[in-house]
């Protein structure tokens, strides 16, 4: 295999592994200045201009915090819980098409890890594995509130992934493909998704909310009934990973749909600029523009998390079970329905 294609992955799996830590961890910044002007206050303003140093403050407390595992948990499943909830939610990056290819000193460079033609399935499968994280940190903690939350969790998450997965299959009827790169070629300019797709943009989008634990689908770590949900017993840097791992799932979650439904990096005069920029800047301002859309959902994330209070968790299931999954059953149909006409006249 050629050493230079091995540098070059290498090169960009840092440059993303590296931008999806920052963005979590600076998430967490904006979680808080979000969180303040929706209730008309400042916010973390102490620690650097603006409380800009804010996270890496935190950073250093837990770095800083003893580490405590209980003496009657399973020791090595405690660890491992954190590592692979982290794990999970940074491999989704790895098929997300950041940009088109990029000139750079006379070599294109594609800016996606592994464009595979199973592109979708492989970021529900890692989904999938995700549960995993959190269900073996419940049950290792040998804490019967950090179980319940983790059973919770493990529910809510296989309920949501039957609709998201619905969701998708109606536009994958439209663009016949499993590729990312492939679904975002398709959306060239201002052909996006969305437009056809709307209702399953809206199933996909609450299915998001649920499968990252955020409010108002934030059961499994809601504190008035289970203490601190699955991550109870948890301290130090462990704690820090599964927050890291779910602000890494809400980054992940935005440029999925930024992907399937916004167009990606596709935006309106983009044959334009590239005939005016050249074939390096133009594919970097499309980043620049997939990074906008991705930054607008997850404002949208913080911005439901503090307007709409939590479920009930039976009013969870039902949404998930009895509302959801019914609409994306008829959005399949009636998706099917349109192209059968379409392609017969």
């Not at 890692?126 to 969790?153: D, E, P, T």
């Not at 797709?197 to 934030?218: K, Y």
């Not at 991550?231 to 980054?251: D, R, V």
């Not at 959902?297 to 959801?324: A, S």
């Amino acid at each position: 295999m050629d050493t230079g294609f091995i540098i070059e992955k290498f090169i960009l799996v840092a440059v993303i592994f590296g931008i999806s830590l920052v963005i979590a961890m600076y998430s967490t910044y904006a979680e808080r200045k979000v969180a303040a002007y929706l209730q008309d206050r400042l916010g973390p303003d102490r620690a650097g201009p603006f409380g800009i140093l804010q996270p890496l403050a935190d950073g250093l407390k837990m770095f800083m915090k003893e580490e405590i595992i209980p003496t009657t948990s399973s020791k090595w499943l405690f660890i491992a819980g954190p590592g692979l909830a982290l794990l999970c939610a940074c491999i989704g990056t790895a098929v997300i098409p950041w940009g088109s290819p990029v000139l750079i000193a006379g070599k294109v460079i594609p800016l996606q890890v592994s464009d595979i033609n199973v592109g979708v399935l492989y970021i529900f499968g890692v989904v999938s594995l995700g549960v995993y994280g959190v269900m073996i940190g419940g049950w290792a903690s040998n804490n019967k509130y950090s179980l319940l939350s983790a059973i919770r969790a493990a529910s809510q998450n296989i309920s949501y992934e039957i609709a998201m997965g619905l969701s998708i299959i109606a536009l994958l009827l439209m663009t016949n493909t499993l590729s990312l790169k492939e679904i975002v070629v398709q959306q060239h300019g201002f052909k996006w998704n969305v437009w056809y797709q709307p209702l399953g943009f809206i199933i996909f989008l609450v299915c998001s909310f649920a499968e990252t634990n955020r409010a108002p689908f934030d059961l499994p770590e809601c504190e008035t009934e289970l203490i601190g949900g699955y991550h109870t017993e948890y301290s130090s840097m462990k704690l820090g990973f599964y927050l890291f791992a779910e602000y890494i799932n809400m980054f992940v979650s935005s440029a999925v749909m930024a992907t399937l439904y916004f167009g990606g990096y596709n935006y309106p005069g983009m044959d334009w600029i590239a005939a005016h920029w050249g074939p390096t800047w133009a594919p970097l301002f499309g980043t620049a523009i997939l990074f906008g859309k991705i930054f607008f959902f997850i404002f949208f994330f913080m911005w439901v998390r503090w307007t709409i209070p939590r479920f009930r968790y039976d009013q969870l299931m039902n949404l998930g079970w009895k509302g959801l999954i019914p609409l994306a059953i008829a959005n399949i149909i009636i998706t099917g329905v349109v192209i059968a006409i379409i392609e017969k006249f």
